[in-house]
């Protein structure tokens, strides 16, 4: 399976857009970029996915480059709400194993 | 709400003993995944289950197991507790085809005295 490189830890000012990179130089044809989040302690939380095509849903948006090796979330307007643990995941299908990163911790300051 | 339901939520028990996870997955849901966080520690990969059957298995230990039930609920036994076994247990569940994504619950708070 392809692995993911994250930044561990990013600030970003409420009110503002919080891009969060990943990247995923191995990523396979047919490996779909998925993004969730982790509220301190809570169970982790679907986002957003996609393929090669930029994906945007009611809680943001997936930017994958033209390569597929990287791709960025953004969350448009952060809220201190948004403050969590980012993960960045690549996968086949559902009967991949799902493996989980350290992610990037985002804080989102007022 | 991620429609799936963990109990208990919180379990504390003493080290030596056996104890059992219980998960239900969102309706409709087919594949079933446990995972481990330990206290300020990432998100360790157990099993996953689909439609009954083990699919893949990560770093699970001999002296824990699950299953998944013909109703798709899924329990993970945990036996021979040891404090290091203290930690967050999630359950997830997806459809279990395709590119679904996974749905988490709240999960279970077990503390090893």
């Known amino acids: 399976d392809a692995k993911t490189t994250q930044p561990p830890s990013m600030d970003c000012a409420e009110g503002r857009a919080a891009n969060l990179p990943c990247n995923h130089s191995?990523?396979?044809?047919?490996?779909?970029v998925y993004w969730y989040r982790q509220i301190h302690s809570q169970g982790p939380q679907y986002i957003i996915h996609g393929l090669k095509n930029n994906e945007t849903n009611e809680m943001a948006s997936l930017i994958i480059t033209e390569d597929r090796k990287s791709s960025t979330l953004i969350l448009p307007h952060a809220t201190l709400r948004d403050t969590a643990v980012y993960y960045c995941i690549v996968k086949k299908t559902s009967y991949d194993k799902v493996i989980f990163g350290p992610g990037t911790s985002l804080s989102v300051i007022p | 709400d991620s429609g799936v339901t963990q109990t208990p939520k919180h379990l504390i028990t003493a080290t030596g003993q056996r104890v059992t996870l219980r998960c239900s997955p969102r309706?409709?849901?087919?594949?079933v995944y446990w995972y481990q966080q330990s206290l300020d520690q990432g998100l360790q990969f157990l099993i996953q289950?689909?439609?009954?059957?083990?699919?893949a298995k990560g770093n699970i230990l001999e002296r824990f197991s699950a299953q998944q039930f013909p109703d798709l609920h899924s329990e993970l036994n945990l036996s021979s507790l040891e404090l290091g076994d203290s930690a967050l247990y999630f359950c997830?569940?997806?459809?279990?085809?395709?590119?679904?994504?996974?749905?988490f619950g709240n999960g279970t708070r077990l503390t090893v005295t």
């Open positions: 997830a569940s997806s459809v279990g085809g395709g590119r679904s994504p996974l749905h």
């Open positions: 289950y689909y439609n009954g059957e083990e699919r």
């Open positions: 309706s409709g849901d087919l594949s």
């Open positions: 191995t990523i396979s044809g047919n490996e779909y």
